[in-house]
């Protein structure tokens, strides 16, 4: 996706440290200001999509999070939407994204719209870093950098945020936990500080992502090599060039680590929990890949998911038209597996209000 590996090191440390904590605090002001702007106050209910509802409390934000104002991100929403409708098209053969010119038309448009970014807040590093890349690219090339990274964020965030408060209202034991938690913490600790504080929420979030992140990771084989399959006890040939694709989500759902690997347990990863999963399981959870090329926005992603979902608890009265407890967990998009997390096949149908 980078013009050359190296570049995405230098990426990926600014999704860290002191770094990240701006990051996050920007994203926890952009977040509301979508909220006061994009959405009606008062009384009065809206009637919605879950998923698109978390949709727009991302799309807006997150754009202006990383590349900040000056982008304008609330005149390219629809086409965030439209090209995260279709965008695995571009992973098939170009005759498939021919029949789609909404899909190009979007593209071209967010592209257009990232090329040049100005640096309207010198405290945003991001913005710094890729307009020394830009020095070096065209200003289609550099459109399309910042294309990609901006749906790589986006596209995995709102599902994720979608499964989380989906599982979170399917079990109303454990939203009443999330609550107290999250009251709490907002008690006892600086605005600043939340987001460190919440173990339970956090181990919601990574037991929804254990049973729908399931991205392939896709490596080159740099020399010829042999490759030990641990447990099968056997070892395969791998040629220089080759192409290696791992499928970690096939290990987040095998009964050896992660006993009734189909069920939503909420403490598996609490720490000192009943359910604690062993370190070897944890070890093995993946849902941002692996290694030198491990998400660079794993952490920031971690703390917009994690704001959110506080944000729809906390300020959001949010009713789901089927009764919650008995309702079925949505398939997940077929043609998305593979790419992360999916959004549902069929979104559900809320009403909600702003409190
Ligand atoms: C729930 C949220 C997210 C999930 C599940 C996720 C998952 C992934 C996965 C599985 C990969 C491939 C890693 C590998 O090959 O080992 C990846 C790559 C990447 N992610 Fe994320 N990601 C998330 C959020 C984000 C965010 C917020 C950003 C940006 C701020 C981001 C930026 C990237 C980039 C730029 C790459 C490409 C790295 C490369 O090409 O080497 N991701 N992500």
């Known amino acids: 996706m980078f013009v050359n590996p190296e570049n995405i090191?230098?990426?990926?440390?600014?999704?860290?440290?002191?770094?990240?904590?701006?990051?996050?605090?920007?994203?926890?002001?952009?977040?509301?200001?979508?909220?006061?702007?994009?959405?009606?106050?008062?009384?009065?209910?809206?009637?919605?999509?879950l998923y698109d509802l978390c949709s727009t409390l991302v799309y807006e934000s997150i754009t202006t999070t990383l590349f900040g104002s000056s982008v304008d991100a609330r005149s390219i929403v629809k086409d965030l939407k439209s090209f995260d409708t279709d965008v695995h098209l571009l992973a098939y053969p170009a005759p498939y994204r021919w029949f789609k010119p909404n899909l190009i038309r979007s593209r071209n448009k967010i592209a257009k719209r990232l090329s040049s970014v100005k640096n309207d807040d010198s405290e945003n590093v991001f913005v710094s870093k890729l307009n020394e890349l830009a020095s070096l690219l065209s200003k289609e090339d550099v459109g399309s950098i910042n294309m990609a990274v901006l749906w790589a964020a986006y596209g995995n965030v709102i599902p994720a945020i979608f499964w989380t408060y989906f599982y979170l209202r399917r079990y109303p034991n454990i939203y009443e936990i999330i609550l107290r938690e999250?009251?709490?913490?907002?008690?006892?600790?600086?605005?600043?500080?939340?987001?460190?504080?919440?173990?339970?929420?956090?181990?919601?979030m990574e037991e929804t992502m254990r049973l729908t992140a399931n991205a392939l990771i896709v490596r080159e084989c740099m020399q010829d090599m042999k490759l030990m399959i641990v447990n099968a006890g056997y070892e395969i040939s791998l040629a220089e060039n080759d192409i290696l694709i791992l499928f970690p989500f096939a290990s987040q759902i095998?009964?050896?680590?992660?006993?009734?690997?189909?069920?939503?347990?909420?403490?598996?990863?609490?720490?000192?929990?009943?359910?604690?999963?062993?370190?070897?399981?944890?070890?093995?959870?993946?849902?941002?890949?692996?290694?030198?090329?491990?998400?660079?926005?794993?952490?920031?992603?971690?703390?917009?998911?994690?704001?959110?979902?506080?944000?729809?608890?906390?300020?959001?009265?949010?009713?789901f038209f089927d009764d919650c407890e008995t309702i079925k967990k949505p398939t997940m998009l077929k043609s998305r597996q593979g790419f992360g997390i999916p959004p549902p096949q069929k979104d559900i149908r809320i009403r909600y209000r702003v409190k």
């Open 9 to 49: 090191h230098d990426f990926g440390t600014i999704f860290e440290g002191i770094e990240l904590k701006k990051m996050t605090s920007r994203h926890t002001v952009n977040l509301q200001k979508t909220i006061r702007e994009c959405l009606d106050y008062g009384e009065k209910w809206s009637e919605s999509g």
């Open 182 to 204: 999250i009251e709490s913490a907002s008690s006892e600790a600086k605005e600043d500080d939340l987001i460190y504080s919440m173990p339970h929420l956090d181990g919601v």
């Open 254 to 319: 095998d009964e050896e680590y992660f006993p009734r690997p189909h069920e939503f347990v909420h403490d598996r990863f609490v720490i000192g929990s009943p359910n604690q999963a062993s370190a070897a399981a944890r070890r093995i959870h993946a849902p941002f890949g692996e290694g030198k090329f491990v998400c660079p926005g794993r952490l920031l992603g971690k703390n917009v998911i994690k704001w959110t979902i506080v944000a729809m608890i906390k300020q959001f009265d949010i009713d």
